[in-house]
């Protein structure tokens, strides 16, 4: 009780009102509430705008300042129950014992913590009092060093002076030493070949002699040393111009000269014209691997070679001329980028002319290893000689070669699409043993649809090496943007799509040039693969493209839509040819069928002519050939006596019952009128018009062409009586069989009416065959 008592007050007392302007609105509008429920008789707390039970005053308020414990339990006995009495001592006691266990957790984790500071403390105060002992000791230990330092510093003062003395007089007396033995060493030193020795005893001396040359002994030795470097600068240059020796020794004799105070303008011209004669041997030994007489090494080899030969050679020159002429400055360094200029453009016109013959290869790993070594190599010269862009040059031979690379991969694209149509021509041409079927064109057209992607695939795998991160040109910006975009997708797959499509075109020719020799099933071919690549591959093959070439390049591209627009105007172009040609094949049969006969003077028919059958045959044919690789296609419902109709004179006339009360035999009617009458009222029909990517519309247009045929070269000749009848019998075996392969069934009705109209206006006795007569023909022929 006691504990809770003393804890802090949970009530809101009035040290807990917000201060400042901002608190002082809601108190004034509390206190006007308060006092409006005061006027209608409320409690003063609730007057005063607290809560019941929240008065800080309150003495039976447990967490309350002022609680009273016997006012407290008076209001228990008074207000409450036995029931809620003994409940309210549950509750006082379970939270008595709450707080005796918190507080015992307190006390034990103050005491422990209290036990480990103690601990710590004790510990401390006895390390520093050892520390104090020991530091004690080290004072007294120092005071006495010093002392005894001191004293014997005082002890050995003077023979310190004497020894300083004695000392600079031994090292004066070993350089008069030395400068007097000097020419001595010098001749030794040429006479032992030991030009750096001696070059750097001239340097020691050289200060020393002129400061002193005043003075007859020391002149005199300066005297023997010049004529002795005399004699060692002009070995020197007779060793530097022989040049037997290598790039390293060479630049050693230069460094001699100029320290011995030879002219350095003069040095960097020889040193020059020395490294020329060296490089040059090099790339003659490159040259003579390029004559046609030895066989030339492998690109890998050749490139090795010259870097290990040229361009090694190129890094020693100029990092030595780099160390021996810096002094010389912006006009030094012109020199040498020039030099390196010129000798760096013929080694790669040599580099250029041996890649030059790789060209006609397939396979590019070989071709770009050795780019990768020549660029690489190069790197060293390039950052040795900015100035000279050797690098910059490297890289746009390594550019140039990949272009060509994909000119050449898009050239073999093209020659095998032609060699896959070449194959296609000899298998249409192959004679067909007896009982063994040739391929068929859907095994043909996957044939080539199969070739011609794998060797698409192969020549982007094949490109892909130059974009391998392994390569050290691969990082440059051409590799990463423009090849990608505009070489390998737009240049290499769009141009092969492209090249494929103008290609199939060429075969859409007039008849007599290319066009004319081409076979219908090709053309039909050509037309589906064109149809596929524009409704799946062309999609495929760039999709593919693209992840395998991450494009870097915002450069604009072409877009997926325009290609398959392109291959779909193709196919439509090819199968629109395709129905020309393979009509042309049928209309010549029936022209020369028309037109070979003497229709006037031609027997009563007892059969139907056999050029009919074989245009019926020939149909069937095309629609089996058609349907390998077309659908099917929508057709108009068929009336159910299309293959029972026969023709009369004027049987297609659907408007013939208007005219009939009036054409008798007393008062003919005027055929020509009768039939431009009739051509009024019936419907236009488009002989060439557009086709659509299914068989129905293919055969549609095939019979269109060869009806439209046959009627004008009817129209051309004169029929006698018979000659009608067989026209007759002629359109009616044509209608029995013909309808089934047209979209609309009337279509055929109608043209073949027109037929065996136009007979009868040619004919000066128009007496048609009875309809059962011609059906029985029919039926026997």
């Known amino acids: 009780m006691a504990a809770a008592a003393a804890g802090p007050g949970r009530g809101s007392g009035p040290g807990d009102s917000p201060e400042g302007p901002d608190a002082e609105a809601p108190e004034r509008r509390r206190k006007a509430h308060g006092m409006l429920k005061l006027y209608y008789g409320l409690s003063e707390g609730e007057a005063a705008g607290r809560p019941s039970g929240s008065d800080p005053l309150d003495p039976t308020d447990l967490n309350g300042a002022h609680f009273d414990p016997e006012v407290y339990l008076d209001k228990l006995r008074r207000e409450c129950p036995l029931a809620q009495l003994m409940d309210s001592e549950t509750d006082m006691v379970r939270q008595i014992r709450a707080l005796d266990s918190d507080m015992q957790t307190l006390v034990y984790e103050n005491y422990n913590k209290f036990i480990s500071a103690t601990d710590t403390i004790r510990k401390m105060k006895n390390d520093f009092r050892k520390m104090e002992d020991e530091m004690d000791r080290l004072a007294t230990n120092m005071a006495v060093i010093t002392d005894f330092s001191a004293r014997i510093s005082a002890t050995l003062q003077d023979r310190h002076e004497r020894i300083t003395k004695l000392a600079g007089v031994h090292a004066l007396l070993r350089k008069l030493q030395f400068l007097f033995e000097l020419p001595s060493r010098l001749t030794k030193c040429v006479e032992l070949g030991a030009y750096g020795q001696a070059v750097r005893y001239q340097g020691r001396a050289r200060a020393v002699l002129q400061q002193y040359q005043h003075l007859p002994s020391f002149r005199a030795i300066q005297d023997d040393c010049q004529v002795i470097t005399a004699r060692l600068a002009q070995q020197l240059r007779q060793q530097f111009r022989e040049g037997g020796s290598g790039a390293p020794e060479q630049a050693e004799c230069v460094e001699l000269l100029l320290a011995l105070g030879e002219p350095a303008e003069e040095l960097c011209e020889e040193f020059l014209a020395h490294a020329r004669g060296r490089l040059e041997a090099e790339l003659r030994s490159l040259e003579a691997e390029l004559g046609p007489s030895p066989p030339a090494p492998d690109v890998l080899e050749f490139t090795d070679h010259g870097g290990s030969g040229f361009v090694g050679g190129l890094c020693q020159v100029a990092s030595a001329y780099q160390e021996l002429f810096e002094a010389q400055g912006?006009?030094?360094?012109?020199?040498?980028?020039?030099?390196?200029?010129?000798?760096?453009?013929?080694?790669?016109?040599?580099?250029?002319?041996?890649?030059?013959?790789?060209?006609?290869?397939?396979?590019?790993?070989?071709?770009?290893?050795?780019?990768?070594?020549?660029?690489?190599?190069?790197?060293?010269?390039?950052?040795?000689?900015?100035?000279?862009?050797?690098?910059?040059?490297?890289?746009?031979?390594?550019?140039?070669?990949?272009?060509?690379?994909?000119?050449?991969?898009?050239?073999?694209?093209?020659?095998?699409?032609?060699?896959?149509?070449?194959?296609?021509?000899?298998?249409?041409?192959?004679?067909?043993?007896?009982?063994?079927?040739?391929?068929?064109?859907?095994?043909?057209?996957?044939?080539?649809?199969?070739?011609?992607?794998?060797?698409?695939?192969?020549?982007?795998?094949?490109?892909?090496?130059?974009?391998?991160?392994?390569?050290?040109?691969?990082?440059?910006?051409?590799?990463?943007?423009?090849?990608?975009?505009?070489?390998?997708?737009?240049?290499?797959?769009?141009?092969?799509?492209?090249?494929?499509?103008?290609?199939?075109?060429?075969?859409?020719?007039?008849?007599?040039?290319?066009?004319?020799?081409?076979?219908?099933?090709?053309?039909?071919?050509?037309?589906?693969?064109?149809?596929?690549?524009?409704?799946?591959?062309?999609?495929?093959?760039?999709?593919?493209?693209?992840?395998?070439?991450?494009?870097?390049?915002?450069?604009?591209?072409?877009?997926?839509?325009?290609?398959?627009?392109?291959?779909?105007?193709?196919?439509?172009?090819?199968?629109?040819?395709?129905?020309?040609?393979?009509?042309?094949?049928?209309?010549?049969?029936?022209?020369?069928?028309?037109?070979?006969?003497?229709?006037?003077?031609?027997?009563?028919?007892?059969?139907?002519?056999?050029?009919?059958?074989?245009?019926?045959?020939?149909?069937?044919?095309?629609?089996?050939?058609?349907?390998?690789?077309?659908?099917?296609?929508?057709?108009?419902?068929?009336?159910?006596?299309?293959?029972?109709?026969?023709?009369?004179?004027?049987?297609?006339?659907?408007?013939?019952?208007?005219?009939?009360?009036?054409?008798?035999?007393?008062?003919?009617?005027?055929?020509?009128?009768?039939?431009?009458?009739?051509?009024?009222?019936?419907?236009?029909?488009?002989?060439?018009?557009?086709?659509?990517?299914?068989?129905?519309?293919?055969?549609?247009?095939?019979?269109?062409?060869?009806?439209?045929?046959?009627?004008?070269?009817?129209?051309?000749?004169?029929?006698?009586?018979?000659?009608?009848?067989?026209?007759?019998?002629?359109?009616?075996?044509?209608?029995?069989?013909?309808?089934?392969?047209?979209?609309?069934?009337?279509?055929?009705?109608?043209?073949?009416?027109?037929?065996?109209?136009?007979?009868?206006?040619?004919?000066?006795?128009?007496?048609?065959?009875?309809?059962?007569?011609?059906?029985?023909?029919?039926?026997?022929?």
């Open 330 to 781: 912006a006009a030094g360094a012109e020199k040498l980028a020039a030099f390196a200029r010129e000798l760096g453009g013929r080694y790669f016109a040599l580099v250029e002319q041996r890649l030059a013959q790789e060209q006609g290869g397939g396979d590019n790993s070989l071709l770009v290893r050795a780019l990768d070594r020549f660029h690489r190599r190069l790197r060293a010269p390039g950052a040795l000689l900015a100035a000279a862009g050797l690098a910059e040059a490297a890289t746009e031979i390594v550019e140039r070669v990949a272009r060509e690379r994909l000119g050449h991969h898009l050239q073999g694209l093209r020659s095998a699409f032609l060699g896959c149509l070449t194959d296609v021509r000899q298998a249409l041409a192959a004679p067909r043993l007896a009982g063994k079927e040739g391929p068929g064109l859907a095994e043909l057209l996957a044939n080539v649809a199969s070739s011609i992607l794998s060797h698409i695939k192969a020549s982007l795998a094949a490109v892909h090496l130059f974009t391998a991160k392994e390569v050290s040109f691969s990082n440059k910006p051409y590799f990463r943007g423009e090849f990608c975009s505009q070489g390998v997708r737009e240049g290499l797959i769009v141009g092969f799509i492209r090249s494929m499509c103008q290609t199939a075109q060429s075969f859409c020719d007039s008849p007599g040039e290319k066009g004319g020799a081409t076979p219908p099933a090709l053309l039909l071919l050509l037309s589906r693969l064109c149809l596929d690549y524009e409704t799946a591959t062309i999609s495929y093959i760039l999709t593919l493209t693209d992840e395998q070439f991450l494009v870097q390049d915002q450069s604009p591209v072409t877009p997926v839509s325009t290609l398959c627009a392109e291959a779909r105007e193709t196919a439509r172009r090819l199968l629109t040819h395709y129905v020309k040609v393979q009509g042309l094949v049928i209309s010549q049969m029936l022209r020369k069928s028309v037109e070979t006969r003497d229709w006037l003077s031609t027997l009563e028919p007892r059969n139907v002519r056999a050029v009919m059958k074989r245009v019926v045959e020939d149909t069937t044919a095309i629609d089996v050939q058609v349907g390998l690789l077309y659908e099917e296609g929508v057709r108009k419902a068929q009336s159910s006596d299309s293959s029972k109709r026969t023709f009369s004179v004027y049987s297609s006339s659907r408007q013939q019952g208007r005219y009939a009360p009036s054409y008798t035999p007393s008062a003919p009617m005027d055929t020509n009128l009768l039939s431009n009458i009739q051509k009024l009222f019936s419907e236009r029909i488009d002989v060439f018009s557009p086709v659509e990517f299914n068989k129905v519309s293919v055969l549609t247009g095939i019979i269109k062409i060869s009806l439209k045929t046959l009627l004008e070269c009817v129209r051309l000749r004169t029929f006698g009586r018979f000659g009608l009848q067989q026209v007759q019998v002629d359109c009616h075996f044509l209608q029995l069989y013909l309808w089934r392969f047209v979209a609309d069934e009337e279509l055929v009705h109608l043209l073949l009416d027109e037929v065996v109209a136009s007979a009868a206006l040619r004919c000066p006795d128009p007496v048609p065959m009875e309809p059962s007569v011609v059906e029985v023909i029919c039926e026997r022929g």
